[in-house]
Nanobody
Framework: QVQLVISGGGMVQPGGSLRLSCAAS????????IGWFRQVPGKEREAIVC????????WNADSVEGRFTTSRDSAKNMVYLEIDRLKPEDTANYYC???????????????????WGQGTQVTVSS
């Protein structure tokens, strides 16, 4: 069964850090481009950090520049999103996704990703 399971969300104070984990089963993440997205109620799902299967291209949204980064653990078939210096505007439901094909543009549209995790809520509040 193909599945992505995301974990690690929660409530954090402004300036804090979190690490989101995304575990894959049924396929090998190294062969896929990874996209991290977030969504707040009433708004479209937006791409924030993306990495190609070869790790040759890493893209991030301007809003997370220097604060968010992603990495792979091939042995565990997992990817991570490290989030630093959190701001209240980072509050959202966060998703990991995987695409077998290279995305056509940055930021990539959600429909270009084949598999999705269930989402995890990150709330930044004092």
């Amino acid at each position: 069964q193909v599945q992505l399971v995301i974990s690690g969300g929660g409530m954090v104070q402004p300036g804090g850090s979190l690490r989101l984990s995304c575990a894959a089963s049924g396929f090998t993440l190294d062969h896929y481009s990874i996209g991290w997205f977030r969504q707040v109620p009433g708004k479209e799902r937006e791409a924030i950090v993306c990495i190609t299967s070869s790790a040759g291209i890493l893209w991030n949204a301007d809003s997370v520049e220097g604060r968010f980064t992603t990495s792979r653990d091939s042995a565990k078939n997992m990817v991570y999103l490290e989030i630093d210096r959190l701001k209240p505007e980072d509050t959202a439901n966060y998703y990991c996704s995987a695409s077998k094909s290279a995305v056509s543009t940055y930021p990539p549209p959600p429909y270009e990703y084949d598999y999705w995790g269930q989402g995890t809520q990150v709330t930044v509040s004092s």
